[in-house]
């Protein structure tokens, strides 16, 4: 196993080797990084008052709106001259979130990634496909890294050319396959079409992550593909992928804490909740040399557990991730997230896998979704009493009714990457 050490930390090592790293960090951020240094002169705190991981909670936020205040160069804490290689994540304002690393921080994600493959099941003989996008994106570089570094052989088949895809996953009987998960069910419908079984793949895990998804879509593709659907969680921010990742047990994504502190916060009051409550994480990395996040958060909704996993690992599991503070909506009042509507209409056998929420008006106070209907059922099923079904269903969870279009197999269009779920035709005033 990689890192077999780390990856079986006790939680008093764990804690030990937070608290020693976390003083390490605070003190590397001011020291290095005016933006730290003011923030820190501003809350009346020094470095050497982090004393216990308890005040911890002292230290201020970090958000990505700071970064992107530090356009391009970041947060940078080191010189130019030993920046290694940058990411960039484009967002919806247009400046891109851009993330730095050194080349020990390259050398620190690898571990990290390689240390997710193998806690998922991966092992140097195995054959990786790697799916994700190569380029800004860190998806593509991160899983390619992870692999070289466990000394698995990866195909950088990278996003596209799905053709391609399967014959190169037959062909060369890759054994893991690594993508979004939206990508995944795509494969699934392509390799129909091609009139390509299964079964003639030698595919064993996947690796999927980038954007929630449910696990009723986890079933479907495990079922589909005959494959175990690992989920995987990481952020540009935080190196890329590799910050968490679920084992064999699939309860729970363990969040490497050797490298990260997690804590979740309540979004409106910004106190820190008791493992077990539902709020936002924030991430604190431990050793991240080029572009140090203190508190960084994330606005992804989650609960933490620090029981220990009947995987014998210490690491604390963020329960699968539901949404983000920033994917709600708000329907006549009501909260509404993109993935309460999935785990609805995924249960529904007559329905593919394809929705989307579609905004109509400049207030938003009803709800239209769209969805396909299985291409098994098109043209058997009843639509009219399929769409009362749906809408029923909808309404017993969301407390709302929504407008319900069925819509043909094969209408929304397919994503390579991450799935676009809410679409806004709002009028922009
Ligand atoms: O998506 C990094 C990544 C690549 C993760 C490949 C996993 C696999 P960003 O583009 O910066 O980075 O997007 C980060 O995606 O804050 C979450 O909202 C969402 N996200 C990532 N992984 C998961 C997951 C990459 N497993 C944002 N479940 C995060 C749910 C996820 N959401």
């Known amino acids: 196993m990689f890192q077999e050490k780390e990856q079986f930390m006790t939680k008093e090592e764990i804690r030990a080797l937070q608290l020693e790293r976390i003083r390490r960090q605070v003190k590397h951020a001011y020291e290095n990084v005016a933006f730290y240094r003011r923030k820190f002169d501003e809350a009346g705190l020094k470095p050497e008052d982090i004393r216990t991981l308890d005040d911890v909670s002292r230290i201020p936020f970090t958000v990505k709106d700071d970064l992107r205040d530090h356009y391009p160069y970041g947060i940078l804490a080191v010189p130019i001259g030993t920046v290694n290689r940058l990411h960039a994540s484009s967002g919806t304002t247009g400046i891109p979130t851009v993330v730095s690393y050194t080349e020990k921080d390259l050398n620190t994600w690898s571990n990290l990634m390689a240390r997710c493959y193998s806690c998922a099941g991966v092992t140097p003989d195995d054959i990786v496909q790697n799916a994700y996008g190569y380029g800004l994106f860190t998806g ?16 950088p088949t990278a996003t596209g050319n799905t053709k391609r895809q399967i014959s190169m996953m037959k062909d060369m009987k890759s054994t ?11 494969l699934i419908e392509a390799l129909k079409e091609e009139g390509v ?50 084992c064999p047990q699939q309860n729970g994504l363990h969040v490497w804490s050797d490298e990260f502190y997690v804590e979740t916060i309540d979004p409106d009051t910004e106190e820190v909740l008791p493992p077990g409550e539902k709020g936002e994480i924030v991430f604190t990395m431990l050793s991240r040399e ?50 309460q509507i999935e785990d609805i209409l995924v249960s529904i056998p007559e329905l593919g ?7 109509e008006t400049a207030k938003l106070d009803h709800l239209f979704v769209q969805v396909e209907v299985a291409p098994e059922f098109w043209g058997k099923a009843d639509l009219k009493q399929l769409a009362e079904k749906v809408g029923d269903r909808l309404q017993a969870s969301l407390t709302l009714r929504a407008r319900i279009e069925l819509l043909e197999p094969g209408t929304i269009p397919r994503t390579q990457g991450k799935a676009k779920r809410v679409i806004d035709n709002r009028k922009k005033i």
């Not at 593509?140 to 195909?155: D, K, N, P, S, Y």
């Not at 299964?198 to 064993?204: A, D, G």
């Not at 896998?353 to 905004?359: K, N, R, Y």
């Open 290 to 339: 080029a572009m140090p996040l203190l508190r960084y958060r994330t606005k992804d909704l989650a609960v933490i557990n620090w029981d220990r996993c009947a995987c014998g690992r210490s690491h604390p599991r963020i329960m699968r991730i539901k949404g983000r503070s920033d994917d709600m909506l708000i329907v006549g009042g009501v909260n509404v997230f993109p993935s």
């Open 140 to 155: 593509g570089l991160g899983f390619h890294m992870g692999a070289e570094r466990l000394r698995t052989l990866v195909i």
């Open 353 to 359: 896998e394809q929705f989307q929420i579609v905004l």
């Open 197 to 246: 079984d299964p079964s003639e793949l030698s595919l064993r895990i996947g690796m999927f992550g980038a954007e929630p998804w449910s696990d009723e879509t986890r079933k479907h593709i495990e079922k589909s593909l005959g494959i175990k659907a690992q989920d995987l969680y990481g952020m540009s921010e935080l190196y890329g992928p590799g910050v968490a990742v679920e």
């Open 176 to 186: 893991v396959l690594c993508c979004t998960p939206s990508y995944a069910l795509y």
